[in-house]
């Protein structure tokens, strides 16, 4: 292990740190350690994370952990002096308190069985019942909806990718994806999605994050993307990963829509706030793909030697949107 992970792990607890998994990803390297037969997870962060955003986090979680939840969320140990992450180096570090169990999915995993769906459904909305009930500075900076609406247009318009596979493709649907950009916007705007009430939410919530032990969920992790938005979103932006296949790890890019139709009847069976704008809910299903698509462009550019793996997350998305219906969440 990286002699600075030690220095970094002693500004939190004294103890040579053993090494146990290590795990890197595009926006963070997750480290998981041993220290006197006690297991931690160190996240380092590889990108610039304000300091707003990694404390929006922070008391999030620290607000989440006093309360009852069905299932245990990260628990963030202090730095000695009083700190909730630590500046180091260069880059931020966190360290938590290991949830023990483990991983079933990925977060891109096709052909997730109806059970894991249904049960996933109710922890989001027991979830969703815990954020409503939480209040906390509004220092997140994360954009809304509409604003990454416009960003999505600007980037689409920016990107220059290298010729290839990628290029040809997104060149022959770039008309396509910037009138859906403009025609989602509009709906949103008409469906009244800016009155909608925020509430401090994950809007990370996959199969990928969640922690099991046997059949059962256990534990909800990555609240790095944390930020106020609507429980409309965060739960359509679960269904683009829970209710969707994926070609590279499936058959189809396609929605299931038996899952979509199951995804929002068990979700509302135990919410406290029932999601019942079926019209903004597709358009914000729309929006989940244009999310999808945006990411691929913005990491392809950082990562042009994976040209195959960005291309099949910009086909998924221009697919999905193609083939989009407005019962999908009606098809039980």
């Known amino acids: ?66 309360m009852d939840l069905p299932l245990k969320v990260p628990q963030i140990m202090k730095t000695k002096d009083g700190k909730l992450f630590l500046d180091f180096e260069g880059r931020a570090f966190t360290l938590y308190k290991y949830i023990e169990g483990k991983k079933r999915y990925e977060w891109s995993s096709s052909n997730i069985p109806e059970e894991d769906v249904e049960k996933a459904y109710e922890i989001l909305a027991k979830m969703h019942n815990a954020y409503s009930k939480i209040s906390i500075d509004r220092n997140d900076e994360k954009p809304n909806v509409i604003d990454m609406l ?16 990628y290029a040809s493709f997104l060149e022959q649907n770039k008309a396509f994806i910037a009138e ?22 994950q809007v990370d919530f996959h199969l990928g994050n969640i922690i099991w032990k046997g059949k059962e969920m256990v534990g909800l992790i990555d609240f790095d993307w944390s930020q106020y938005s609507t429980l409309e979103w965060d739960f359509c932006k679960s269904c683009k990963m829970i209710c969707g296949n994926f070609k590279h790890s499936g058959e189809s890019n396609e929605f299931d829509r038996r899952k979509l139709a199951l995804a929002l009847k ?19 299903l ?3 793909s244009l999310f999808l698509i945006n990411w691929s462009l913005e990491w392809f550019t950082k990562n ?6 960005y291309l099949s997350f910009l086909q998924a998305g221009v697919e999905r949107l193609r083939n989009s219906k407005d019962d999908f969440f009606l098809a039980a």
């Open 1 to 66: 292990m990286e002699a600075y992970i030690q220095k970094a792990v002693n500004h939190f607890l004294d103890g040579e740190a053993i090494l146990i998994e290590k795990h890197e990803g595009e926006n963070n390297i997750i480290w998981i350690i041993d220290i006197d037969m006690n297991k931690y997870v160190l996240r380092e962060n590889k990108v610039n994370v304000s300091k707003e955003q990694l404390l929006f986090e922070a008391r999030f979680l620290e607000e989440l952990n006093k």
């Open 180 to 201: 859906t950009i403009r025609n989602v916007k509009t709906r949103l705007i008409s469906l009244g999605y800016a009155n909608l009430p925020e509430y401090p939410v």
């Open 304 to 309: 042009k030697d994976k040209e195959e793996y």
């Open 150 to 165: 416009d960003a999505f247009y600007e980037n689409l318009l920016r990107v220059k990718a290298p010729k290839g596979e």
């Open 266 to 284: 068990t979700y509302n069976k135990y919410a406290e706030r029932k999601l019942a704008n079926i019209p903004l809910l597709q358009e914000l």
């Open 286 to 288: 729309k929006f989940s």
